[in-house]
């Protein structure tokens, strides 16, 4: 089975400060994204990767910049933390393309605070 | 601004009553269109997905959807819900076959057992 990992489940913060989300995926998928969840807003997208060292803004890369120097692995970085990125994290991958077979895979999710 | 809405924040129904979610797009175009559910606690899953062919899709525990394209929808439906159903779901569009998949705004169902 597909398995996605983010490193942390929650995490708190305080406002300035640098944060990074992990996310590993094992099955070799060429994409991955980045998405964060909100009461009432559901899942929108930060950013997605295509391929190594390659990236795409979503629709609210505002404060956020991400890092895909291996496949298996795309960071989210937060560079100065703010109380409005409070949110619930989610990172996905699949393979290249949508087709009838091929699915989003999530991980489970990282809670961060920022106080 | 091209979009996915769930109308239906909250959905509160006893067992055995019947479930519909609407979802709406504003896409132009071909679309993929899915369904995920996420159970309390849990992670995203896929519920079921609509690709070509015919309009009526089912899915895994009893749901399926209806894509009518007159009408930029994809509901979901259930004859009768059980409390294991109780979840937040998604409905989520992809465009033109491109990398992106826009979510609506979730729905939350509870059902009272």
């Known amino acids: 089975d597909v398995k996605v990992t983010q490193s942390s489940r929650y995490l708190v913060k305080r406002t300035g400060e640098k944060v990074f989300l992990e996310c590993v995926q094992d099955m070799d998928h060429e994409n991955m994204f980045w998405y964060r969840q909100d009461p009432g807003l559901g899942l929108r997208l930060i950013y997605f990767s295509y391929d190594v060292k390659m990236k795409e803004k979503g629709d609210i890369p505002e404060g956020y910049s991400v890092s895909r120097e291996k496949k298996e692995r795309f960071s989210l970085i937060l560079e100065s933390a703010s109380t409005n990125q409070t949110s619930m994290y989610l990172c996905?991958?699949?393979?290249?393309?949508?087709?009838?077979?091929?699915?989003?895979?999530f991980g489970s999710g990282t809670q961060l605070s920022v106080l | 601004a091209q979009s996915v809405s769930q109308h239906n924040h909250h959905v509160i129904l006893s067992e055995a009553a019947s479930l519909e979610l609407g979802c709406n797009y504003s896409?132009?175009?071909?679309?993929?269109l899915f369904w995920y559910v996420q159970y309390p606690g849990q992670h995203l899953q896929l519920l079921l997905k609509?690709?070509?062919?015919?309009?009526l899709v089912k899915g895994i525990k009893g749901f399926e959807a209806e894509f009518i394209k007159s009408k930029f929808s994809f509901n979901l439906r259930k004859p009768s819900v059980q409390w294991s159903d109780t979840a937040e779901y998604f409905c989520?569009?992809?465009?033109?076959?491109?990398?992106?998949?826009?979510f609506g705004g979730g729905t939350r169902l509870m059902v009272k057992p």
């Open positions: 996905a991958s699949r393979t290249q393309g949508f087709s009838t077979n091929e699915k989003l895979f």
């Open positions: 896409y132009g175009g071909t679309v993929n």
């Open positions: 609509y690709f070509s062919g015919d309009p």
């Open positions: 989520a569009v992809n465009p033109n076959a491109g990398n992106m998949l826009t």
